[in-house]
């Protein structure tokens, strides 16, 4: 007996048993990844959406004494300390995809726009989505009137997609 005890501890793990059990853990540790990424994701959204929102309540308070939007830029915005700080990389106002974020006058300077590029087709999709806070909202230069669905049609392409919102 004691002699068959001793076979089995020796004998340890078959060449089979350890690629099983390495597949088994790969698939393990994929599908723990991709749980990881998909709240990654999420949670870029929600940062870019609480970040829009700052920016544009910053941008009516910046120039509420001035009734117009027709000179605003980028750079005012930064001199003023309009942008939210996680959306600045040096010299430049990013959004959570490093993609360019942009602030011109629209409407002869009644409106304004914020142009977000290179949206990854999940998020624009997502934040498509949050059309009523906005005035306009146009993806990939498709206009999205406020009871239209976002679909992959509409962000059409998987990593650069170009969103602008415009309010007055």
Known sequence: MIKKIRQIKERGFTLLEGLALLALGSIILGAAAFAISGGLESAKVANTQENLNYLRMNIVETYAHVRSYDSITNDQ????????????????????????????????????TVTLDNVPQGAAIKLGGQRHHWDELTINDTEIERDTVVTKEICDDELNNTIVFKAH
């Open 77 to 112: 915005l930064l001199e003023a300390n309009a942008v939210p700080t996680n959306m600045i990389a040096g010299e430049d106002i990013v959004n959570e995809w490093n993609g360019n974020v942009t602030v011109e006058p629209a409407d002869d300077g009644r409106a304004f």
